[in-house]
């Protein structure tokens, strides 16, 4: 007499079950899963980001051309700057560097004046001149930042997070000018003699500017990130503003996604 044995259809199921879930097919699924991850972390923290940030200046230059004098602009801080950005970081994977491309558009409002002495002119000539100049200017930056985050097992999680950086842009835009006043020599000292000549700053126009600035980040989060940098800006030559710089600082938030 010949025993058989006959396995019921869930023991075999079982069977196949354990078979699959081999130990080299188990660490190959984890091998993959980690995989995955790293490489969802390295596009969220090299790919697109958007930033917001505010500041004021520190100081500004230039020389306004009054008729056929040249008047110097008062060195005045605290003017409001205000700017959105939104742009990419690529990584490079032999240096521990990353560089970005960025377009943004920043909003400044500042205050421009100045005079000469009013003894050297004629009664009904210009001696002192002021002005309201806003301006939005749009420009493409670039940066390049160290990224420490790769040192992090070295110099701990907090000090991997910061990414010191520099870069530049160009870019170009409009400037407003409001209010803009002036009082003749008579004036200034007392008198009623209307200036003869015409108020400077009365023509809105397109500029060109370009700038170049330093900073630093920091993340404390993957996505999210605060940083402060020094900026110093440069706009082209108008009617009657000649030679215009200023510098400021600005704190912003960026996230990348």
Known sequence: MRLRVILPPAFLILAIAA???HP???AELELKSLGAVGEAREKRKFGPFVSVMAGETLGQTGTAK???RNFPVEDIDGSAIFSVEVGKTW???RVP???SLSAEATFTSTTLQGSVPAANLNNDQIAEYQSDMNSLIFSLN???ALDLYRYRARI???WGGFKPYVGGGLGGGQVWFRNSTAKSADQVQGGTTEPGEAVPFSIDEFINVWNWRAGLEWSWEERYSVFAEYRKTYMGDLDDLRGFRNDG???GFRYRY
Do not use: P, Q
Request: hydrophobic letters at 45%; glycine letters at 16%; a neutral charge.
């Open 249 to 251: 600082y600005l704190v």
């Open 19 to 21: 078979a699959c879930l």
């Open 66 to 68: 009054v008729g056929e």
């Open 91 to 93: 990584n490079m994977r």
């Open 97 to 99: 560097v990353e560089f």
């Open 156 to 158: 701990g999680k907090v």
């Open 24 to 26: 080299s097919g188990a």
């Open 142 to 144: 670039g940066t390049f």
